[in-house]
């Protein structure tokens, strides 16, 4: 089995997704290429072949063009399986390639199980495991389900590629979106309020905590959806990605788009009534308690110093 894997650039550096498309490879027991459209002197980590586009002359987004390049790679390489992450950059192509080749397309894999992609149902409550009728099949992987065991420290054998494609998109550049509210990402301490805090009039109680630890509060996306805490708080997958010294989770199950946004925090404490809550798993310390016991007893404690 061969995969052809979808690397990203932004602004000239390679995006951290990358190392989970390598990820994926590893895990389907697949042997793999990399293709990336994006510049000589940021290339990522990689034992293997790059296909390299240059993102000067392409744009670091032109559909049309980068489909091209993609399929010529298709075209040498003739892979099993066509990986891009599951990011507006993925969305986009993916279904592009696909439908190209006729291919069947899986977007979110979680999980791959014997060859077959699993996807998740039902607000992740429920997985798909679905079997491609197609030879080929393009797959878009969900932000945080693939990590590496160890880091890759090989350096890429870079085939430049090129294509007299012409796009019907100029990319002009980035632009940063308006920032509204909070900046989770610059904060040493976070304490986010999960489903289990039980209503919008326990908030205060989680923010209280935050303060009392000097840090900000945030919160997981059911809390944000019932308008209980503005979205500027959200952490995970559709919210911020943070890596705080200290991320307290009051309520919250752990559930992957959660957790990939905030796995990466130094020390995790949870604060859960079931001791068998998957936060369990990344959690340093794993507090069995009723958060509307437990948090404003250790505020009370902090404050009075
Ligand atoms: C495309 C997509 C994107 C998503 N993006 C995000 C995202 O960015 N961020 C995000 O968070 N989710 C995201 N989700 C939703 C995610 O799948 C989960 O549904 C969500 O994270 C669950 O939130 P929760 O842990 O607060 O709630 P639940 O899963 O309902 O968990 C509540 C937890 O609280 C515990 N609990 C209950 N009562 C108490 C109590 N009194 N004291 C202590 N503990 C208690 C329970 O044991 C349980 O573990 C996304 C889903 C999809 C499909």
Not at 133 to 143: I, N
Not at 252 to 275: C, P, R, W, Y
């Amino acid at each position: 089995m061969k995969a052809l894997l979808i690397a990203e650039s932004r602004e000239g550096k390679v995006l951290g997704s990358c190392s989970e498309l390598v990820a994926f490879a590893q895990k389907a027991g697949s042997d793999s290429v990399m293709f990336m459209v994006g510049t000589d002197s940021n290339l990522p980590a990689y034992d293997g072949t790059i296909y390299l586009a240059d993102a000067a002359k392409y744009g670091e987004y032109n559909p049309a063009v980068h489909k091209q390049l993609i399929l010529d790679v298709v075209t040498k390489e003739k892979p099993d399986m066509i990986v891009f992450s599951h990011s507006s950059y993925g969305w986009d192509l993916a279904p592009r390639v696909a439908f190209a080749l006729e291919a069947a397309q899986f977007s979110e894999v979680a999980d791959i199980v014997d060859g077959d992609p699993v996807v998740p149902a039902c607000n992740s409550k429920l997985r798909r495991r679905l079997k491609a009728k197609s030879t080929v099949k393009v797959l878009t992987l969900q932000a945080g389900a693939f990590s590496l065991a160890e880091p890759i420290t090989a350096s890429p054998n870079v085939e430049k590629i090129d294509t007299d494609t012409a796009g019907k998109v100029t990319f002009l550049g980035y632009e940063e979106a308006p920032k509204g509210g909070v900046d989770l990402g610059k904060a040493a301490i976070i304490v986010s309020a999960g489903r289990g805090v039980g209503g919008k009039d326990n908030i205060p109680m989680v923010a209280a905590l935050a303060k009392a630890l000097g840090g900000e509060y945030g919160a997981s996306r059911p809390v944000v959806d019932a308008e209980w805490v503005e979205h500027a708080r959200q952490v995970g997958t559709t919210g911020q990605t943070v890596s705080p010294k200290l991320y307290v989770a009051c309520g919250i199950s752990g559930a992957i788009q959660h957790l990939a946004g905030m796995k990466k925090s130094e020390f995790i404490v949870a604060i859960n009534t079931d001791k068998d809550a998957p936060i369990g798993e990344v959690a340093d310390v794993l507090v069995v308690a009723d958060v509307k016991q437990f948090l404003p007893a250790l505020t009370e404690r902090l404050q009075a110093g």
